[in-house]
């Protein structure tokens, strides 16, 4: 079945620490996007790429940074965790002509402690 | 730049009342528009999408119409349930690229 797939749900991590948020779609779909949601607040995109080596800064900074070097793969990568990246992260994406919806991942809720 | 608002911000409802969301934008430009459910903690189910060159869609209890001209979409749910309990979002995608969210519409169905 098709699907965006994000790993993992939950992850608690200390100071300092590098992490990996993992995110696969088996759509085919050539744009990809990572939002940041604290709760009870809007989502915030901080990452998109349209394409295989093609990544954009979103509308919200951030200092995690993304790779895109397979279409069905979008990871995001914090070098060193701190209280303040703890939020809840959200992938998506899309076909590429305007008829499509967009998928969502069901989220990884990052705690840095 | 695309704004998206969303009306009401809250909204609490017993069981069995029908359920009216709504949702502008200030240009109408748009390609589609998107109708997600948030439960608290997860990620966003799309419950509907119109396409710019539509009125209306619907499926089982909801139906979601599209005025592009006026900027305005709405989410009719039937016969609430306290199953219903959540925050719906609409987004919209436009040529500018990427999708724009209103604020949300937190609901509650009370039993």
């Known amino acids: 079945e098709a699907d965006i797939y994000q790993t993992p749900r939950y992850l608690v991590i200390g100071t300092g620490k590098k992490i990996t948020l993992e995110c696969s779609q088996t759509?085919?779909?050539?744009?990809m996007y990572w939002y940041q949601q604290d709760p009870g607040m809007e989502l915030h995109l901080i990452h998109y790429s349209y394409g295989v080596n093609s990544t954009e800064k979103g509308d919200l900074s951030s200092e995690s940074t993304v790779s895109r070097i397979r279409t069905e793969h979008f990871p995001l990568t914090l070098e060193s965790a701190r209280p303040s990246h703890t939020s809840q992260y959200l992938c998506a994406s899309t076909g590429d002509t305007s008829v499509y919806g967009y998928t969502f991942g069901s989220g990884t809720r990052l705690t840095v402690v | 730049k695309q704004e998206v608002t969303q009306i009401p911000a809250a909204l609490s409802v017993p069981e069995g009342e029908n359920l009216v969301l709504n949702c502008s934008f200030t240009d109408s430009a748009i390609y589609n528009l998107q109708w997600f459910r948030q439960d608290p903690g997860k990620g966003l189910t799309s419950l509907l999408l119109?396409?710019?060159?539509?009125r209306e869609q619907t499926s089982g209890r909801l139906n979601a119409s599209l005025d592009k001209s006026s900027g305005r979409s709405t989410l009719y749910i039937a016969a609430s349930q306290p199953g219903d309990s959540a925050t719906y979002l609409c987004?919209?995608?436009?040529?500018?690229?990427?999708?724009?969210f209103g604020a949300g519409t937190q609901v509650v169905v009370t039993p």
């Open positions: 987004a919209v995608r436009g040529s500018w690229g990427k999708l724009q």
């Open positions: 759509m085919g779909h050539d744009k």
């Open positions: 119109i396409q710019s060159s539509q």
